[in-house]
């Protein structure tokens, strides 16, 4: 493996992780009624994908 390249994948699921973390954010904060529902929006922000994990789960009825 050459080293100019042996980590681009690392980037690639960092730049995907880090725009679905934003864009989570954005979402259940616009939603949000109160305080503690914003906090509790920015946990679901930075565990967002173990959510779309399971939803997906759930939808394919593993």
Do not use: R
Not at 1 to 29: D, K, P, Q, T
Not at 44 to 50: D, G, S
């Amino acid at each position: 493996m050459s080293e100019s390249g042996g980590n681009a994948g690392g980037a690639v699921g960092g730049a995907v992780y880090g725009l679905g973390f934003i864009g989570a954010l954005v979402y259940f904060i616009q939603s949000a009624t109160s305080f503690w529902d914003g906090a509790y929006g920015v946990f679901q922000a930075i565990v967002w994908p173990a959510y779309f994990v399971y939803e997906a789960f759930h939808f394919l009825k593993l």
